[in-house]
């Protein structure tokens, strides 16, 4: 496989409804910094979420919620940085284009009024230099969404397991299983799409209610933990490489174990230091 600069096209909310009228899958992945966001870019992820997720798998805290705006922009232009650089990886046996980055908005920094909303997207969109936000909600948050669009910026809604609101579910189980809760999302997410929102993720909802949503709307459809029967998927980085060893969700497909190849390198490493074989007559100067 060779690697080369070459003129590559950029994911834009455009292209992601293409795909939606194409039945062309969509793969959006988690990234909160710029080695694993090269890395991702490279090898041709249609979406990258800089998730409140951070929150989680980078700092450790049990919810999202006390991750602030400073610190999710300082993820973002991380993640920014590395898309920017991206090279083409040739000879893959598909098109390899530039990721479009969305940025959650954290807790505390919409849900005051749409002035404050505007503010905190202004603030990602200028110094991130991200593509697109995401929040979480329906109908509560319909005004900010509307005021952010004036100001052109793309929006993606979030509907389901929201995790800003997880001290009101009191459970991460799965949502909408009862019909006042799947006809209320139902509603929401006609509403985002009146609003502007040019995609939708779904969190832990039944696949049977993610394929009606997706079903009903012009716009792309992502779920996680939603089935297969919507536009795109989304999966949080930390997950699917099996970093964390203890979050096993259902919906969770592992495709790496690097909890294993990470423990096991660093053993090696501490045992050749402890032994002197580390550095060897070759590493050094
Ligand atoms: O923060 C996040 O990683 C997310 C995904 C789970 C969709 O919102």
Do not use: W
Not at 91 to 111: E, K, T
Not at 160 to 186: C, N
Not at 212 to 218: E, G, S
Not at 237 to 265: C, Q, V, W
């Amino acid at each position: 496989m060779s690697i080369q600069k070459k003129e590559f096209k950029k994911i834009t909310t455009l292209v992601l409804l293409e795909m939606k009228q194409k039945g062309e899958k969509i793969s959006m992945l988690t990234a909160y910094d710029y080695s694993m966001a090269k890395l991702v870019d490279q090898a041709g992820i249609d979406v990258i979420l800089v998730g409140d997720s951070a929150s989680n798998v980078m700092a450790g805290h049990e919810t999202t919620l006390p991750i602030t705006l400073d610190q999710m922009i300082y993820h973002a232009s991380s993640v920014v940085r590395g898309i920017d650089r991206a090279l083409v990886v040739v000879d893959l046996p598909f098109g390899i284009d530039r990721a479009l980055v969305v940025v959650d908005l954290p807790f505390g920094s919409y849900q005051g009024n749409s002035k404050e909303a505007l503010a905190s997207t202004i603030r990602i969109m200028k110094e991130s230099g991200a593509h697109a936000v995401k929040m979480e909600g329906g109908e509560e948050i319909i005004e900010s969404i509307k005021r952010i669009l004036t100001a052109g910026v793309p929006v993606m809604g979030h509907l389901g397991l929201t995790p800003q609101s997880i001290y009101k579910f009191g459970t991460y189980a799965v949502r909408a299983t009862e019909d006042e809760e799947a006809e209320k999302l139902i509603h929401d997410s006609k509403l985002l799409e009146g609003a502007g929102c040019f995609a939708l993720v779904l969190e832990k909802i039944p696949s049977k209610l993610a394929k009606r949503v997706a079903d009903n709307l012009t716009i792309p459809v992502i779920g996680i933990g939603a089935g297969p029967n919507v536009d795109g998927q989304v999966l949080v980085i930390h997950d699917m490489l099996g970093i964390n060893t203890e979050f096993k969700p259902r919906f969770l497909r592992k495709y790496a174990d690097l909890h294993s190849i990470i423990t096991t390198a660093v053993q090696h490493y501490v045992a050749d230091v402890k032994s002197r074989d580390f550095p060897n007559e070759k590493e050094q100067y």
